[in-house]
């Protein structure tokens, strides 16, 4: 099984990121899970994006 895991925060000593960090660990026999970062993506502003994503958005799609 492989799933996905997104760090919803930019803290530096986040409880969730080490608990994902964690269970990554502790289940690597189990499934294959991808930690991703937010800390790139910038906050949403429609009249920036002009209707174009991101590259760091379009990376993490």
């Known amino acids: 099984m492989k799933l996905l895991a997104i760090v919803g925060t930019n803290a530096p000593n986040s ?4 608990l994902l960090y964690y269970i990554q660990r ?4 189990q499934a294959d899970i991808e930690i991703q970062e937010i800390d790139q993506i910038p906050l949403y502003n ?9 590259q760091i958005v379009k990376d993490l799609n």
Do not use: D, W
């Open 15 to 18: 409880y969730n990121r080490k």
């Open 46 to 54: 429609e009249s920036m994006t002009n209707g174009k994503e991101p």
């Open 26 to 29: 502790h289940l690597k026999n």
